[in-house]
């Protein structure tokens, strides 16, 4: 069923025909609109600003050669979300098996285990703004990359249960399911590290500072 309600129906539809006059200024205009969501989700979930932005150039190179298939059946934000999500997390995987390769800069006008293997990355970049907003990017890090990705976009992004089933492509019940493993996972990882921070560890004095430590 078409959404007539998405916001950017009308620009998204000036952006489907390659070859139209209004083609460039449309798709630098999503650019520009989207741009620093995207950045936010995919430094979550890669943790460094240079991850960030090869999967930010990735999605956006994608959108550029998949736009013109869009049906309209669902928001063009969600549909977006999808993408960044899945570049994220194939970046992820890919750089911890060592495949990763850059895919070039990107220019708009140019038209499992519960836990990851191996030690927490290397210190974080510039988003991180305070010391336990450094300690839970960390342990985010640590995380399944499917777990990571369901905490960014629940507790950072602020999405809604129907909107992480959207986003994900999962049923309500993965939903469900994954985001109570995800909340298991980081507790275990943040257990036992909370106390100098002026936090208790047990599971309720988590779960009730987790969204502000998130944000």
């Given at each position: 069923m078409v959404n007539q309600q998405d916001p950017d129906r009308d620009l998204v539809r000036r952006c489907q025909d390659v070859n139209s006059e209004e083609f460039e200024a449309a798709f630098a205009a999503l650019f520009a609109r989207y741009r620093?969501?995207?950045?936010?989700?995919?430094?979550?979930?890669?943790?460094?600003?240079?991850?960030?932005?090869d999967v930010v150039q990735e999605s956006f190179s994608l959108l550029f050669r998949k736009l013109?298939?869009?049906?309209?059946?669902?928001?063009?934000?969600?549909w977006l979300f999808r993408l960044v999500v899945n570049c994220a997390i194939d970046h992820r995987r890919s750089q911890a098996s060592g495949a990763w390769r850059r895919t070039g800069s990107f220019d708009p006008q140019d038209g499992g285990s519960e836990f990851e293997d191996g030690e927490a990355p290397a210190p974080l970049e510039t988003a991180a703004q305070h010391e336990l907003g450094d300690h839970v990017q960390r342990a985010l890090m640590r995380l399944n990359p499917k777990l990571n990705a369901i905490l960014v976009l629940r507790y950072l992004q602020g999405m809604s249960y129907e909107e992480l089933r959207d986003v994900l492509g999962i049923s309500m019940g993965t939903v469900k399911s994954r985001l109570a493993r995800a909340h298991i996972a980081i507790e275990k990882v943040l257990e036992g590290s909370l106390e100098k921070f002026g936090y208790h560890a047990d599971p309720s004095a988590v779960r009730s500072q987790r969204s502000e430590g998130l944000a």
């Open positions: 620093d969501r995207v950045y936010s989700i995919a430094y979550r979930i890669v943790g460094s600003a240079t991850d960030a932005m013109a298939s869009f049906r309209h059946d669902a928001l063009f934000s969600t």
